[in-house]
């Protein structure tokens, strides 16, 4: 498939009008419950390209399995971007994709050495390692909070607007007084101006 032109030009036409469903997926299905589902499915995928590795399994399945797994990628990547533009401000958003850039160079230095595995069995325990992570950060997914109706943060008070109480599975818990403090992040930059003012 590396090595074929023609299927490489297939999956890119196969990829275009993919990534046009992708947006509506996520407007209907809502960004938090995209993410996690495409996570989820993706660690089922290489789940089955890790026995598929093992049980020596005809080229086109594995092909077939991968061309499923890239799709799936390119739905948890707008869907990511979406999210994070939707949920931190900019300098959050840069750190974290500076971060992601030097592990992707990570990746490109290890890659050709991966490649050069030729076992069935190293390369099924590879893709068993990749499903259980992509399995674990599906799950953490979770706890995100679904950001459909807000709108992009663009300051720290924006961040501070205790966006990670919406309806999220699982909630931050707060130390404080019961009873006496709204869970609101507008509260707390009321009050951190009244101080300024003192």
């Avoid at 030729?118 to 953490?140: I, R, T, W």
């Avoid at 130390?175 to 003012?197: C, H, L, N, V």
Wanted: charged share 15%; hydrophobic share 50%.
């Amino acid at each position: 498939m590396r090595s074929n032109h023609g299927a490489q030009i297939a999956l890119v036409l196969l990829r275009l009008p993919a990534i046009i469903m992708n947006v509506i997926i996520i407007t209907y299905a809502g960004r938090r419950r995209t993410l996690s589902l495409s996570l989820i499915i993706m660690a089922v995928v290489t789940g089955a390209l890790a026995i598929g590795h093992t049980v020596r399994a005809p080229g086109y399945v594995l092909a077939a399995f991968m061309v499923v797994w890239m799709l799936l990628f390119d739905l948890y990547a707008v869907t990511l971007f979406i999210l994070t533009a939707e949920l931190y401000p900019t300098v959050v958003r840069g750190v974290g994709l500076a971060f992601s850039y030097t592990c992707g160079c990570m990746g490109c230095v290890i890659a050709p050495f991966l490649n050069e595995i030729h076992s069935s069995d190293m390369k099924g325990l590879m893709y068993a390692v990749a499903a259980a992570l992509l399995l674990f950060f599906g799950v953490m997914a979770l706890a995100l909070p679904e950001t459909t109706e807000l709108q992009p943060a663009n300051t720290m008070h924006d961040f501070a607007a205790e966006k990670w109480q919406l309806q999220s599975p699982l909630r931050v818990v707060r130390r404080g007084s019961k009873g006496k403090r709204p869970k609101t992040g507008q509260y707390d930059i009321q009050r951190a101006a009244k101080q300024g003012r003192k």
